[in-house]
């Protein structure tokens, strides 16, 4: 099977513009969860969807937010980006989700703002 | 409030011998665990989970134990290689967790030759 697929792998961007981030999960998995990995905060989450539907959701402001398609893929999108977004995005693939299933991590996407 | 905490933010140790990852938690409702293995600019990498029903796991030269009573958990690698050096992450989750696992700030293994 193909692991979690996440593109692009590194995205540079400025201050104030918009970035779309894009996540592929294992065949049959059904749940996907955004992380954001910094030096000083580790790795945060951001939050989970399901069957299309979001079920769980971080701290994070508003500006950040995501999609999930029927075929389970799904989306992030940041606006109005800042310096403090740049980061390591993972997004995470499990079966029925993080509570009772192992989650399996994608290569991340390596935004950074200027 | 960090419900997942990883106290040593390092550890080394030579090739061949055993190396203990230690991982605290604060929140009773935890009820499934898991350790990651990072490499710099990679996802991590799933090594082995427990579920809280379970006070051991054990899978090849990786074992973790889960102590409940004292909210810890610990991942021995045995005997340790130099390829396992990397960061190691405890991760935590919970059926009131809301789908989200919390991790601990990792602990940074070098094995040495």
């Known amino acids: 099977k193909a692991g979690v697929t996440q593109t692009p792998r590194y995205l540079i961007k400025t201050r104030g513009q918009q970035v779309t981030l894009s996540c592929s999960p294992i065949s049959g998995h059904r749940s996907v969860s955004w992380y954001q990995q910094t030096p000083g905060q580790g790795l945060q989450f951001l939050f989970e969807y399901f069957s299309e539907t979001q079920r769980n959701k971080g701290n994070f402001p508003g500006r950040f937010s995501g999609r999930q398609f029927s075929n389970s893929r799904s989306e992030m999108n940041v606006s109005t980006l800042e310096l403090g977004d740049s980061a390591l995005y993972l997004c995470a693939s499990s079966s029925r989700g993080p509570s009772t299933d192992t989650q399996y991590f994608g290569p991340g996407t390596r935004l950074t703002v200027l | 409030d960090q419900q997942v905490k990883q106290n040593s933010p390092s550890l080394s140790v030579q090739e061949g011998r055993i190396s203990i990852l230690n991982c605290d938690y604060t929140n009773s409702m935890f009820d499934y665990f898991l350790w990651y293995k990072k490499y710099p600019a990679e996802g991590p990498t799933f090594l082995i989970s427990i579920s809280s029903i379970k006070d051991k796991n054990e899978d090849g030269r990786f074992t973790v134990f889960l102590n409940k009573s004292a909210k810890h958990l610990s991942l021995h690698i045995v005997p340790s290689q130099p390829g396992d050096s990397a960061v190691y992450f405890c991760?935590?989750?919970?059926?009131?967790?809301?789908?989200?696992?919390?991790f601990g700030q990792g602990t940074e293994l070098s094995v040495k030759p």
């Open positions: 991760a935590a989750s919970g059926y009131n967790q809301g789908g989200k696992l919390i």
